[in-house]
């Protein structure tokens, strides 16, 4: 999915828990959300529609934060096996 790609997926509320909530959609497909997820004042019998999308820029921002502290370990590693042959 490209940046600016959508998935829309509408659910009826079913099942309320202490803590989760039970969706279901048009084919039966179930899935189950935390409370806090869902708009207020959905109950059972409500229509929520989810919203997916896919964002780039934060994934790059981070796999870049990733490699700066492999790069750092590597190179800590690098100072500990300074002179001796790693097989």
């Known amino acids: ?10 659910y ?3 099942n309320i828990s202490k803590s989760t909530a039970t969706l279901i959609d048009l084919d ?5 959300l935390p409370l806090y997820l ?3 004042g959905s109950e059972p019998g409500s229509i ?3 919203i997916l999308t896919r ?17 750092k370990v590597i190179k800590g590693l690098e ?5 001796n042959k790693i097989l």
Request: hydrophobic share 25%; with cysteine.
């Open 12 to 14: 009826r509320v079913g």
């Open 1 to 10: 999915m490209s940046e600016g790609d959508q998935k829309y997926f509408e």
């Open 79 to 83: 100072g500990i096996n300074s002179g």
């Open 48 to 50: 929520v529609k989810i």
């Open 55 to 71: 964002d780039e820029n934060e994934e790059q921002k981070r796999n870049k934060e990733v490699d700066r502290i492999c790069q």
């Open 38 to 40: 869902l708009p207020a």
């Open 28 to 32: 039966y497909n179930i899935l189950d």
